[in-house]
C-alpha cells in the first residue's frame, strides 16, 4: 500500500476534504434516525378515508369521569355523523318552446254503424203484366200497336208509357193494347211500361221497352249534276267502306234497304223501305282523294265565237 505524504500541500487538501465528507455524512445519518432536540421520529400524516374522532384523553382516576362530561366530550364527534340535509336551489329551466318536429294529427272520427234496419216486404201488384209486345223498338219509326199480356186487368185500367197515359183498348182481363206515337220513341233509350187504373188502386209491376238507335246508311252526298228539268238529276255519293264513288238517281236503292226520295243542292232523302225511317245526307266534300269527281280540272268548253 502506498504511504501518503502529507508534507505535500495537495495531499493535506484531499486527506481534509476526505474528514470533512465523512463528518458531513455522520451528521446527516444521525439526522434522519434519530433527529435534532427530538425523542421520536416525525412521520407524514395520513389521508384516512372516513373522519375518525379524535380520541378522547383519559385520567388514570376513573373516579374523576361523570357522565355530563362524556356527553360535552363526545358532542363534537357526533355533529360529525349528522344527516346531511339538501337545500335544492330555485333555479328553474327555461319554458320549453314549440317542437318543429312535432304535427298535429287530427284524431280519427269513429262513425257509429248504421243500424241495421228490417227490409219491409213489398206488397204484391194486384194485377199482373207478363209481357210487352214488341219487346224492342228502333228510334224514329213511326206509330206501333202495343200489346200487353196480364191478367186480371179491367176496363177502367190504363196502359202508362213513360209516366204519360195511352188511349187503351180493353180486350180481355188478360190483354190490352194502345198505339205509341213516333214522338215518344224519337230518341234511343229504355222506357217503362205500366199498367194501372187513374187512382192506382190497382196496379202492376214495370216492364221495359228497349229502343235502339236505327241502321243508317253508310254514304256520304259529295256532289250533284242537275239536269234542266229538275227531275233526272244524277247524284255523286260516296260509299265509306271501298271509297267507290256512285251516280244514284231518284228511285235507286242502295244496299238493298235505303231508297233515294229526293236529291237538291244541299241534302240527299234516302227511307228505309224495311223500317220505314226517313234519313237525311247533308252535301259534304267527301274524301278528297286523287279519285274524287270534285278535284277533276273542269274542261275547257270554247266559245261560238271562235268558230270559223
Avoid: C
Avoid at 470533512?20 to 378515508?49: D, E, M, Y
Avoid at 384523553?57 to 346531511?84: C, E, H, M, W, Y
Avoid at 194502345?178 to 202492376?204: C, E, F, K
Amino acid at each position: 500500500m502506498q504511504s501518503i505524504d502529507l508534507t505535500k500541500p495537495g495531499e493535506r487538501k484531499k486527506l481534509i476534504w476526505a474528514g470533512l465528507l465523512g463528518v458531513s455524512a455522520l451528521i446527516v445519518l444521525w439526522w434522519a434516525l434519530f433527529g435534532f432536540g427530538s425523542s421520536s421520529p416525525t412521520t407524514a400524516p395520513r389521508a384516512a378515508a372516513t373522519p375518525t374522532p379524535a380520541a378522547t384523553p383519559r385520567t388514570q382516576t376513573a373516579g374523576t369521569n361523570r357522565p355530563d362530561q362524556l356527553v360535552s366530550q363526545n358532542v363534537a364527534d357526533l355533529s360529525l355523523f349528522k344527516p346531511i340535509e339538501y337545500q335544492p336551489s330555485s333555479y328553474s329551466p327555461p319554458d320549453v318552446q314549440r317542437n318543429i318536429f312535432a304535427y298535429w294529427v287530427a284524431p280519427v272520427k269513429v262513425v257509429p254503424p248504421a243500424p241495421e234496419q228490417t227490409p219491409v216486404p213489398t206488397p204484391t201488384p194486384p194485377l199482373l203484366l207478363a209481357s210487352v209486345s214488341p219487346s224492342n223498338v228502333f228510334a224514329r219509326s213511326p206509330d206501333f200497336k202495343l200489346e200487353i199480356a196480364g191478367d186480371k186487368f179491367t176496363p177502367a185500367v190504363k196502359i202508362y208509357f213513360d209516366g204519360t197515359e195511352l188511349p187503351t183498348i180493353y180486350t180481355s182481363p188478360q190483354q190490352l193494347s194502345a198505339t205509341v206515337p213516333a214522338a215518344m220513341i224519337a230518341a234511343p233509350g229504355a222506357r217503362s211500361i205500366l199498367v194501372r187504373t187513374p187512382d192506382n188502386t190497382l196496379y202492376s209491376a214495370t216492364a221495359s221497352l228497349s229502343v235502339a238507335a236505327p241502321p243508317t246508311p253508310n254514304y256520304s252526298y259529295i256532289g250533284i249534276i242537275g239536269e234542266r228539268t229538275r227531275v233526272n238529276d244524277t247524284a255523286i255519293v260516296q260509299d265509306k267502306s271501298n271509297k267507290n264513288y256512285l251516280n244514284v238517281h231518284r228511285g235507286d236503292v242502295l244496299s238493298g234497304r235505303f231508297r233515294v226520295t229526293s236529291i237538291s243542292d244541299k241534302e240527299l232523302v234516302m227511307m228505309d223501305t224495311t223500317l220505314k225511317i226517313k234519313h237525311t245526307l247533308a252535301m259534304t266534300e267527301g274524301d278528297k282523294s286523287f279519285g274524287n269527281p270534285l278535284t277533276r280540272p273542269t274542261p275547257r268548253v270554247e266559245s261560238e265565237d271562235d268558230e270559223p
